[in-house]
């Protein structure tokens, strides 16, 4: 049976390094082609491509045996090839029929048609067989229901090939087999190619004909699923070593000492989750975990960015169970965003940014609210030289910074704040080059060694954990499922963990 897609060679760099490298492939009629590979392997830029969001810099795309060239989304689409993104995109005030013909509403005239509307989205539904209800609004209805409301949304347009994006991540256990039962059935009656791009191999072994695995944009693995086991795809996984390791000397920071961060347990985003774990002074401790494995929704309760029906937790010999952001602020813990964009007002000064969590400190007069602009420069000066920041002039926007630069501001920023005790970095160094990471690194270890704070790192990059952690928790499906001491680091041990969602 032919191809219905084809690519030959795809290739995309950015920024002298080779996300895809000389990808080939093909995706047939009544196929499941799992697409697997560790955070950062190049899936998503593969898929990129293939939908029009980025132009290969080489090679050739080929549906039904003629070349294409996508400009973007929309010819991807017109040509057949739809995603459905691992990220809820519905409008929870919307029905799921207002959510299926959102874009593409039904006129009548001039205006738009709701019964008309209504009647192609029951179509769709009729013809992918499912009994999800379409005239009550989507918030009210459950994840599963909601990512089968977005793949009717996607096959509104008559797929060829369509690619599911870490489709079961936000599932329930008892959502996600039926989910499974539903993509087989749409590959054995329907004339469509899917991709099931996901990390448990479970699922990959049950629903998948092929299997392909990506490491560093090199495709390694691309073979029938009978001729491919969990422990090749596990091994293929593994990344090459582009982290220089930092010198991380041997140090007991826990015997004898009572933990700065014990946490206990965490019910939120409608159910409850195993989090249990301890970071203690002068540690840095690593979170691990491949995509949607909960690392920074768990940090995020704990800093209360993340509302929870329960929590508990010890911090610094107090019990809390209800808390907001500015709370833990007083209380000395402070977390930075994983995107720089949310953490950091790209507009303004270099000491606007820095300067705005201590508006207080900082005032002039209290009574006209004044800023003291000499004393905010110094304490900026202070700040960016504290923290080793490369800059023209504290007036300068911190977006003419450097990546590597703004998170160092960002950083530094953080730990001027007085009774500071814990640091938490959300993937600190995304998007920045090599020699800017060995930095953050080195300061990310001085800070936990010189000034005895505990550091959490959440990172999906594996080599920079086992650098500069003490520890390593490693999560899956929202829960904490082991922990790997310094002198224990393996790092196919601590990959296939976290693959397989359990203790080895």
Known sequence: ??????????????????????????LHPHTITALVGENGAGKSTLCK??????????????MDGKEVHFAGPGESMAAGINMVYQERNVIGMYTGAENICLGEEQKKGLFV????????????????????????????????????????????????????????????????????????????????????????????????????????????????????????CVAAMLRSDKVTPIEVAERDVITGKEPLLKVERGVYDGKEHDIQFEVYRGEVVGFYGIVGSGRTECLETIYGLRNAKERSFVFDGETITKCKPLDMLKRGMIMTAEKRADGLFRGLSLTDNICNLFLDELLKDKFMQVIDRKKAVDFTLEVLTEAEVKYNTPAQAVAALSGGNQQKVAIGRSIA??????????????????????????????????????????????????????????????????????ADFNKLNILETAVRGRKL
């Open 1 to 26: 049976m032919s191809a219905i897609l084809e690519v030959k060679g795809l290739t995309k760099t950015f920024g002298g390094v080779n996300v895809n490298n000389n990808i080939s492939l093909e």
């Open 49 to 62: 491509m293939l939908t029009g969001v980025y132009h290969p810099d080489a090679g050739q795309i080929f």
């Open 113 to 232: 048609s709701p019964r008309k509307s209504a009647e192609i989205a029951y179509e769709v539904r009729e013809k992918l067989g499912l009994k999800v209800p379409l005239d009550v609004p989507v918030s009210k209805l459950g994840a599963g229901e909601q990512q089968l409301i977005e793949i009717m949304r996607a096959f509104r347009t008559s797929p060829r090939v369509m690619i599911l994006d870490e489709p079961t991540a936000s599932l329930s256990k008892e959502e996600i087999q039926p989910f499974l039962d539903f993509v087989k059935r749409v590959r054995d009656e329907m004339d469509i190619a899917i991709v099931f791009i996901s990390h448990h191999l479970e699922e990959v072994f049950e629903i998948s004909d092929q299997v392909v695995v990506l490491t560093d944009g090199n495709m390694i693995i691309n073979r029938p699923v009978d001729q491919v086991t969990e422990d090749e």
């Open 417 to 486: 704040l007085q009774n500071i005790k814990m640091l938490i970095l959300d993937e600190p160094t995304t998007g920045i080059d090599v020699g800017a990471k060995r930095g953050i690194y080195r300061r990310v270890r001085a800070l936990a060694e010189e000034k005895d704070l505990g550091i959490v790192c959440i990172s999906s990059e594996l080599d920079e954990l086992l650098s500069i952690a003490d520890r390593i928790y490693v999560m899956a499906n929202g829960n904490v499922v082991d922990c790997f001491k310094r």
